[in-house]
């Protein structure tokens, strides 16, 4: 049963810390996305990467958070410092160019708490 | 204004139940509309996909594209307490196949009571 598998599934940490979520794409897939929901903003993109190039990251607060994917079985992303308006549940999917679908297939999340 | 804007309700109905959940949307380049589910605390999860308007059946779910209105509808017939969960729409521009960035509306949360 192949299946997005994202860790830590819970991280609560002090604001100035520094986060890392790692997403193990579903393999075989070349694209992989991360989100970030919240209560009062819903599902918001982040980044993008096809073939581990990042396409489009202009959803990411660039002076805090980064994204990477240094193989094709593992996306990382990370927050160095964290604030508390980071708290949100953060979601890796993946998702295959070149079928007639876009289905992406999304991970359980992390959810982050930042104090 | 977002480009997809989705009633958050909460909505609550009895089991047995017609549900219609709604989305707009004002970028006309979308072409291809999702639903998904997600369970509390889960991901979500591709309900269905259509990418030309009219309707599209399966079992107890149909979605319905008006992309000259630029409606998007999901109807769920003889809801059950199962169906309780958070539903959103997504879209994307394509072109198909892309595996392109989508666009989500803020989601609606349905309650079917036993």
């Known amino acids: 049963d192949a299946r997005v598998t994202q860790t830590p599934r819970h991280k609560v940490t002090e604001m100035g810390q520094e986060v890392t979520m790692r997403c193990q794409p579903i393999l075989g897939h070349n694209t992989v996305f991360w989100y970030r929901q919240t209560m009062m903003q819903g599902l918001e993109l982040l980044a993008y990467?096809?073939?581990?190039?990042?396409?489009?990251d202009s959803g990411m607060p660039k002076d805090r958070f980064s994204a990477e994917m240094p193989d094709a079985t593992l996306a990382t992303l990370k927050i160095q410092p964290s604030e508390p308006r980071d708290s949100a549940v953060y979601f890796c999917?993946?998702?295959?160019?070149?079928?007639?679908?876009?289905?992406?297939?999304f991970g359980p999340g992390t959810r982050l708490t930042v104090l | 204004q977002k480009e997809v804007e989705q009633d958050p309700g909460p909505l609550s109905v009895p089991e047995g139940a017609i549900v219609s959940l709604n989305c707009t949307y004002s970028?006309?380049?979308?072409?291809?509309f999702m639903w998904y589910r997600q369970y509390s605390r889960k991901g979500p999860e591709l309900l269905m996909y259509?990418?030309?308007?009219g309707n599209k059946e399966d079992g107890r779910f149909t979605a319905q594209v008006d992309k000259s209105s630029k409606y998007i509808s999901l109807f769920i017939r003889d809801s059950q307490p199962s169906d309780s969960a958070t539903y959103l729409c997504?879209?994307?521009?394509?072109?198909?196949?892309?595996?392109?960035?989508?666009?989500f509306g803020s989601g609606t949360q349905l309650t079917v009571l036993p």
């Open positions: 259509t990418y030309s308007s």
């Open positions: 970028n006309s380049a979308f072409q291809y």
């Open positions: 990467f096809r073939n581990r190039a990042p396409l489009d």
């Open positions: 997504a879209m994307s521009v394509g072109p198909i196949g892309s595996a392109r960035q989508l666009t």
């Open positions: 999917a993946s998702g295959l160019a070149g079928l007639r679908t876009d289905t992406q297939y």
